[in-house]
């Protein structure tokens, strides 16, 4: 059965990928085969994960032959984030059916659904993997293909540029993976996963291996300071691409580190912990912070991701201590505290670059200040978006409230282990993702505010119609999911307690009438009571408005102006000026700078125009990768004294090669 | 069952009941260190009254959020005042959150309230909504801290257990960590509720104003809905403090006066603020960085002191 759904997932992605190519000249006809089939591989995948996880029979293994010792293994933790990716696509296939008409008639349909299809397929590969050779193969593949998925739009130079960074930063990540999977692969002796976890590693190395997986896959994750690619590429690749990307790409990064630091180096070191726990704290306080600065829609999404990568980490660290600590008890509700934001993340993140999608669908732009009074043009999409908005800013009861609530109180019970260190950390890092909270808020609220309110900025906006309805329907389908996952905690906890059983311990999480969830510190929370008693109270007020004295008159006037006729959109507050006062705080940090330009007619005191600018500073790009690109562009060119141009100069490169390779042979090679 | 659904719906009563008189009380208060006679303590009641049969004046701009606002808000909040322990600590709601849920319920109002504040498109509305968030960012951190200082000091966040511990303890409970943690939390109730030196809610004055811009659109039935949520917000958030720093006679003796006492108790927590804000003048809005930092500072302190005295 198992078996059957497996082969039906991996079946239908190549069918999707074929057929968009057999039908490329088509446009209609190669979407639909690339996107259904994908859609059906979906559900494939998710019945598949849901048979492993609930089943009892405990992973589903395919043996590869004998000279190539190739295969798949699942287990719990593997079909998670096979059920990850599968909801995602699912969403995501379905609103492709409709995005994609977008490049009808302008671009090749057909490449896309089949990137897309193999994308999928990869992604699916990367997390079932056996075999350390096999895992870098498709872990290559997957970051090869979304760099083809990113520059499908190359004809944009900014693209080409996104799709370069991509491509150098993720495989100075897979160098780092190599190396780690390397003293792995030396240590036991073989390249198969399962000779890893038992490896008899010395404790210098473990902690190699743990620093070069961290780097490794971090840049794939995008942890602070590797993280510069995402807001490039994510932007750069075509909406619904960024959504499988950022909702569930950089996921699988998570996926190996779990699997690494749990797994394969068993009980892991204290230190390690509270370094991915730091590493976590300060990629979502800078994504947050870069994401509320930013006026391009899908740049900021791309910062946010960050953020909520972090979160995760945030989670995943605590685990880490708590497991180092010696209670798996308590690393069981930090992991799934940090599986539920995953969970969570992809859902929502994937509905917001979805809208985000529309928004550029009909509006032709992804400037946030070009944006205005959507609500009224779209509807149906500025709900679904608002739904994605409320779950990210973690706005009860919405589903990033519970898996923030619960990462916070996984900190709070950090002061169960009495270890003045672990309790300082661990009340810094809370503080922090409380700010990240607060500016996450502000962030999404200004996108909303300024996005969908008010009046039309531009012409841009002023035209824009609802999207096509297989758009509405994949948006739809997220934010149902936002709204389940935020109201039935009490489904998915046991869920994900049986996903974390198989690398920590149990979560002992104890659930009452009402959906109430209680964690083992007797701290407790019911989303669903909140939601009832919301919309229960919600009710009085109505009562008052509709009944108290007599019937509801509500004149329409224009917007109250000090007197001046101010009902224009020149006069309406702008994303940037919404956001100033969090720039002017942490100035040090966003090292603003703006330029005013104005240019007078006739003299001094008749200007014609003020043009102004403001932009910050990326800091990391600026002080740390400039000076690392120099340093390498410098090395490049002193090394370059060697490349002469000339055939003879290369033949005595390499007789000089063969001749001392010789003498070390016969010297001492032996 | 049917007792608990009850004492829900009279805390409920006792809630909106409450909230304009204490803020008749501090207004008064106020008056009498200005040495001006002052409005009766009953105005705001008076006030809200009148709002309620007027009509509401909408702007011609605004979408469903405009109208869905008012309504969000003051659930939340009223749904937050349901999870904070006010004559009695075992409340009926109590398992449905706890101190980080109120928070983010009041998240939640202020997040609606800001969103209203950009939907008639006027320039007033944006600059109080984007200050809003801005000094929410600022609280949010502090608060956190507070919260791990208070629960660590509890042993719970869920506030009935919270009041319970304290209670207990006595005057035991007044260690160097729980004093930090009570002025900490002060500071916070002082931002959090919009009042002297981070936000002026008495002037309509467009430099100064946070709160009452991000309002200015409303009028008439909704702005009575909107001005009620803010006298119970400032109440929940007395309250809040009360039942976790002062938490005593709750229980004890009956709910009348548990009632008695917590009046009394939030009547000398509104004499404070009024005694605070007639005794400051309002910062800068970039001044008050400065202001949360202390709050930051003081709840960080109390959690290192519980730290070495549990430790040591």
């Not at chain 1, 872990?139 to 499908?152: A, D, G, H, K, P």
């Not at chain 1, 605590?318 to 940090?338: E, Q, Y």
């Not at chain 2, 500071?187 to 811009?213: F, K, Q, Y």
């Not at chain 2, 809005?285 to 290192?304: G, K, T, V």
């Amino acid at each position: 059965m198992d078996y059957n759904l497996f082969s039906g997932l991996v079946i239908f992605y190549l069918i999707g990928a074929a057929s968009s190519i057999i039908f490329n000249k088509k446009d209609r006809l190669s979407s639909y085969a690339a996107f259904l089939n994908a859609a059906v591989g979906s559900v494939f995948g998710i019945l598949f994960s849901i048979s492993i996880i609930s089943g009892e029979s405990f992973n589903f293994e395919i043996q590869g032959t004998s000279f190539l010792n190739f295969g798949f293994f699942v287990d719990r933790l593997s079909a998670f984030f096979i059920l990850v990716i599968s909801i995602a696509t699912l969403a995501v296939s379905i609103y492709s059916t409709g995005y994609v008409k977008e490049y009808f008639g302008k671009k090749n349909i057909g490449y896309l659904g089949f990137l897309y299809n193999i994308f999928i397929l990869s992604m699916i590969m990367v997390v079932s993997a056996n075999n350390a050779v096999m895992f870098l193969i498709v872990w290559e593949m997957m970051s090869l293909i979304s760099y083809f998925l990113v520059i499908y739009e190359h004809e944009k130079p900014e693209v080409r540029k996104a799709g370069f960074i991509y491509i150098v930063m993720t495989h100075i990540g897979t160098g780092f993976i190599l190396l780690s999977f390397l003293i792995l692969a030396g240590a036991s002796g073989s390249f198969s996963f399962e000779s890893f976890s038992g490896a008899a590693i010395p404790p210098l190395l473990k902690d190699l291996v743990f620093l070069f997986a961290l780097i490794g896959f971090g840049a794939k994750a995008g942890i602070v300071p590797l993280h510069i690619w995402l807001p490039y590429a994510h932007p750069a690749a075509p909406s619904n691409v960024s959504a499988l990307m950022s909702g569930v790409m950089i996921k699988t990064a998570i996926y190996m580190l779990i699997r690494v630091f749990f797994d394969f180096l068993g009980s892991g070191v204290m230190w390690w912990g509270f370094l991915v726990l730091a590493l976590g704290a300060i990629s979502a306080l800078a994504g947050i912070m870069y994401a509320v600065v930013e006026s391009d829609i899908k740049r900021m999404l791309a910062f946010s991701s960050i953020e909520n990568m972090g979160i995760i980490l945030l989670g995943l660290g605590a685990s880490m201590i708590f497991f180092a600590a010696g209670n798996p008890g308590l690393s069981a509700i930090a992991a799934v505290a940090s599986l539920y934001h995953l969970l969570n993340h992809s859902v929502f993140k994937g509905l917001l670059f979805m809208g985000a999608g529309s928004i550029i669908f009909s509006t032709h732009t992804k400037n946030l200040e070009k944006l205005g009074g959507l609500i009224r043009k779209m509807p149906v999409s500025s709900v679904l978006f608002f739904t994605g908005v409320l779950s990210i800013s973690a706005l009860p009861p919405f589903s990033g409230f519970v898996s923030e609530w619960m990462t916070l109180q996984s900190l709070l019970l950090g002061f169960s282990l009495n270890d003045t260190f672990v309790m300082i950390a661990f009340s810094i890092s809370a503080a922090v993702l409380a700010l990240t909270g607060a500016l996450a808020a502000l962030c999404f609220l200004k996108t909303f505010g300024i996005g969908f309110l008010a009046l039309p900025r531009s012409q841009q906006a002023e035209h824009a119609k609802e999207v096509n309805s297989p758009m509405l329907l994949g948006m739809g389908l997220f934010a149902v999911l936002s709204i389940l996952f935020g109201v039935l905690p009490v489904f998915i906890i046991p869920f994900l307690d049986r996903i974390v059983q198989t690398f920590t311990g149990d979560g002992s999480f104890s659930y009452g009438y009402f959906g109430t969830i209680t964690l083992s510190g007797g701290n407790s929370m019911s989303t669903p009571a909140l939601l009832i008693l919301i919309l229960m109270l919600a009710l009085l007020p109505l009562m008052i408005l509709l009944l108290y004295n007599g019937k509801m008159r509500s004149p329409v006037y224009e917007t109250w102006g000090c007197g001046q006729p101010v009902s224009t959109a020149r006069n309406e507050y702008t994303g940037t000026a919404f956001s100033k006062p969090v720039q002017m705080w942490l100035g040090s940090f966003y090292k603003p700078g703006r330029e005013i330009t104005t240019t007078y007619s006739v003299s001094p005191f008749f200007r014609e125009s003020i043009r102004f600018g403001s932009r910050t500073e990326q800091i990391f790009e600026r002080y740390l990768y400039a000076p690392a690109v120099k340093h390498v562009l410098e090395g490049s060119r002193k090394v370059k004294l060697i490349q002469t141009g000339s055939i003879h100069a290369y033949l005595a490169y390499i007789f000089v090669t063969l001749v001392i390779l010789f003498m070390f042979v016969i010297l001492g090679g032996r | 069952m049917l007792t608990q659904i009850m004492l829900a719906i009279f805390q409920i009563l006792i809630i909106i009941a409450l909230a304009p008189l204490l803020s008749g009380i501090i207004k008064k208060v106020k008056a009498f260190f200005q040495i001006r006679k002052g409005p009766s303590i009953f105005q705001p009641y008076y006030d809200i009254a009148k709002l309620l049969r007027k009509d509401s004046v909408v702007s011609e701009n605004v979408s469903w959020i405009f109208y869905a606002s008012p309504l969000v808000s003051f659930a939340a909040i009223l749904t937050a005042g349901l999870l904070i322990p006010i004559f009695i600590s075992d409340i009926p709601f109590g398992f449905a959150g706890d101190l980080i849920a109120v928070v983010y319920l009041f998240a939640l109002a202020r997040f609606f309230t800001a969103l209203a504040s950009l939907d008639a498109g006027s320039s007033f509305g944006g600059m109080g909504g984007s200050r809003e968030m801005f000094v929410a960012s600022l609280v949010e951190p502090a608060m956190m801290l507070s919260i791990f200082a208070v629960a660590v000091y509890a042993g719970s966040t869920n506030l009935g257990s919270i009041s319970q511990t304290v209670s207990n303890l006595g005057i035991d409970a007044m260690s160097p960590s729980y004093l930090l943690a009570f002025v900490a939390f002060f500071i916070i109730a002082i931002a959090e509720t919009g009042r002297i030196p981070v936000d002026n809610p008495a002037t309509h004055l467009e430099l100064t104003m946070i709160h009452e811009a991000m309002i200015l659109e409303y009028s008439g039935k909704q702005l009575a809905i909107v001005e009620l949520a803010a006298m119970m917000k400032l109440l929940l958030v007395f309250s809040l403090l009360a039942s976790i720093f002062f938490p005593w006679g709750m229980d004890a003796a009956g709910i009348p006066a548990a009632l008695g006492i917590y009046l009394i108790k939030i009547a000398i927590l509104g004499v404070a603020m009024a005694v605070v804000e007639t005794s400051t003048a309002k910062w800068r809005l970039f001044r008050l960085p400065e202001l949360m930092s202390i709050s930051l500072m003081l709840s960080f302190l109390a959690l290192i002191s519980f730290i070495i005295v549990k430790g040591g």
